[in-house]
């Protein structure tokens, strides 16, 4: 909850040529941020994934969640395709409210990026794409970290439902995953394949601790994080696999999103990563 403030300024991005899109306004008909990313073309965007670590135990977390509903409903750098990842840590639970997306994955994950990026671990802080770390809910420095680099070469991950797949149902859905057309990378080693699952729609009543009255909205909050392969980061490396995902009866299908990417292991960089929503019934 340490709060250090350092922006860059939105000229800056604006004189680099990055063009910026008009924001989307919420149907009646469900969230904005679930409308929008289903109908946009993953192969014509570049998918950066941004991650939030944050705490609804977390005084200062508030504008940051809501810098990353707007990131995730705008989608405001043409040509990107932002995911979103709200990562709930559980550190801040004992100020008087469990966080009830919380979970000690998300803060070790933290931890791992403060090692990588040589950055204190805190809330809230904003990591994109594995490289870049920063206080969660400074927009100007969002939107250059998330114009930098786009031009970088990128693995080709996909991530498409199973239809008809004798594993889905009501409680349970199924994904294709492959990860393939490696381009020549300055590194070394391995990289990890993670997929995680995120609901958008989200909100909470805060009855105690430093939000205390609040209602706070969430999207993106990521309800399950798991590795489900490892391959060498090379231009003839490919993986594929299908992954089997139990759906909680707390959970909203229709908010659902299944998330795959790749992560050098020892950066900790994001190489490449695709979303999709979940199949419908």
């Known amino acids: 909850m340490r709060l250090e403030i350092g922006s860059l300024l939105l000229s800056a991005v604006l004189a680099a040529g990055i063009a910026f899109s008009q924001p989307v306004r919420k149907s009646a008909s469900g969230s904005t941020a679930a409308i929008f990313r289903s109908s946009m073309a993953q192969d014509s965007h570049i998918a950066v994934v941004v991650e939030l670590f944050t705490s609804e135990g977390c005084s200062s977390c508030p504008p940051a969640d809501k810098l990353l509903l707007w990131l995730a409903a705008s ?29 000690p994955v998300f803060s070790r994950r933290q931890r791992e990026y403060s090692e990588s990026l040589q950055s204190e671990a805190y809330t809230p802080q904003m990591v994109i794409d594995g490289k870049a770390a920063f206080v969660g809910s400074d927009q100007n420095r969002a939107l250059a970290a998330i114009s930098r680099d786009l031009k970088e070469p990128r693995v080709m991950v996909s991530i498409q439902p199973v239809r008809g797949a004798d594993t889905s149902g009501q409680n349970s859905a199924s994904f294709a995953i492959k990860v393939g057309e490696h381009p020549r990378l300055n590194l070394r080693g391995k990289a990890l394949v993670f997929l995680a699952i995120t609901e958008d729609d989200l909100q909470s009543n805060v009855r105690s601790g430093e939000n205390s009255g609040r209602t706070l909205a969430h999207t993106g909050v990521v309800r399950e994080l798991k590795t489900i392969g490892t391959l060498d ?19 909203k299908r229709k908010d659902l999103r299944a998330v795959a990417f790749l992560e050098h292991q020892g950066s900790h960089r994001i190489l490449g990563a695709a979303e999709t929503p979940f199949p419908s019934l």
Not at 79 to 95: K, M, R, T
């Open 75 to 103: 989608q405001p750098i043409e040509g990107v395709q932002i995911i979103p990842l709200s990562e709930h840590v559980d550190y801040w639970n004992h100020l008087g409210w469990i966080d009830p997306f919380s979970s």
């Open 233 to 251: 980061v090379q231009p003839d490396a490919v993986f594929q696999a299908n992954a089997v995902i139990k759906i909680s009866s707390t959970w």
